[in-house]
């Protein structure tokens, strides 16, 4: 169930919802909500928190039923933490955990006036669309390879309408575009790897793209591919069932005559490793190595949802890398789209040999504006930035920065890497022209320098999201970055 959103600025002692929410400092600092709320209850909640019953600690829930003075059936209260330090992960995180307690209750709608507490730096329409962005993904559940269940007994949160004034609009209309391209993106991901092959991403490709005037889809299959000179992405995909296709999405929003903006996501939709086979344990979870595929085709969802004003391309190389009598080896020297050789000095360093022919084709058939990729391409970058920040890497500095920029506004935050040429040495090969792997230093930065050779007159950015794609664990989830931060990006370049 998808939750829907609805903006409305009304009293919470008045509100006719199922659930009013509200927050509380530490220290029995109430926000104006929850003040209006305890005078109408007659000094229940400064009760409840001289008791120790409501603590303020971040994060922390307690449902009041049927408080006397107030319309509401019920009212969560939300911990906010110390006033002194709130700021925007606090915020972000307090919205979660309020969601997650609504859903534990059985109830069909709530509203909440945390949108409408302070957060330094941010005004009101950021604050609706972060809560609303926070709320949706805590409400996300994946049910699609799950048998079908029964009408649940009892309600479930459908609704959720945020406090804010009418010109916080904009942020909900954002919030919802962006949410929609997050689902997307975490449903593709999630979907095991029987189901979410390559020729299933482009069959959903096309899906959405039906109907949608300015969107158009076309795909490319192995054999056309081997005509163009795909030599480095298709070696790839040799020993696999499943044929490699390259998906690409054309969105026409901006000027005739305008260059693109183009995004390109590896798709490895499951990495054995190949011949330098995986280790066993948590092989199950490289069914998210096409975290970076979803993640664009997110990005561009998000991005035709919201009607931006520019044009756009995503571009997604989709294979599986398994082990077979066909597979390519250790040692074998590749021709990739650009004519630079590769050796291959292990099949598991995949990613970047899938992308780097889909970034000379779309280098080539677009020539873009920009061209950023986003890959989970790395276990080194989860070893340097762990699961909090996506690695990026780029020569240019400017782009950089409107990158980190859009991540900080959508708290789905990178961390710059360095891009110095001082690193290419450790790809140097005595048979070919590059090595796909760089030595057991600094690999995820001399995988973004391998990158780097095949989009050196490109204005470009790589987003290295191992460490940020998926959570942890047999039940771990795909978070759906950085679709956020890709849609926060296209729409500053409609700003500009």
Known sequence: MTLQFSLASTAPETADTACVVIGV???GVLTSAAARVDGAAEGLIKRQVESGDISGKAGSTSVLFAPAGVKAKRVLVVGLGAQKSFDAARFQKICIESTRALGRLPIADAMSWLSEVDVPGHDSAWRVRTAALAADHAAYRYTATFKPRDKPAQPELA?????GAPEAQIGLDQATAIAAGVRFARELANLPPNICNPAYIAEQAA????G??????????????????FGSLLAVGRGSANKPRLVVLNYRGGKDGDKPYALVGKGVTFDSGGISLKPGAGMEEMKFDMGGAAGV?????????????LNLVCVVPAVENMPDGDSYRPSDVLTSLSGLTIEVLNTDAEGRLILCDALT????????????????????????????????????????TELLEAGEQTLDRAWRLPLWDDYQTQLDSGFADVANIGGK?????????????????????????AGTAW?????????GRPVALLAQWLIDRCEK
């Open 25 to 27: 400092y530490e220290q």
């Open 159 to 163: 609704t959720m309408t945020l406090a």
């Open 212 to 229: 949608r005037e300015r969107v158009s889809c076309s795909v490319l299959d192995h054999v056309e591919m081997e005509k163009l000179g």
């Open 207 to 210: 899906t959405f793209a039906e």
């Open 297 to 309: 085709l997110g990005a561009f969802v998000a991005a035709v949802e919201m009607n931006l004003s």
């Open 361 to 400: 084709w779309t280098a080539r058939t677009f020539e873009p504006h920009t061209i950023i990729d986003a890959a989970t391409l790395t276990g080194a970058c989860v070893v340097a930035l762990g699961k909090h920040a996506t690695g990026l890497m780029s020569k240019h500095d400017d782009l950089a």
């Open 441 to 465: 230093m600094a690999g995820a930065i001399t995988a973004g320098c391998f990158l780097s050779r095949f989009t050196e007159d490109q204005r470009w950015a790589h987003l290295d999201i």
């Open 471 to 479: 959570d942890e664990g047999r039940k771990g989830l795909a978070t």
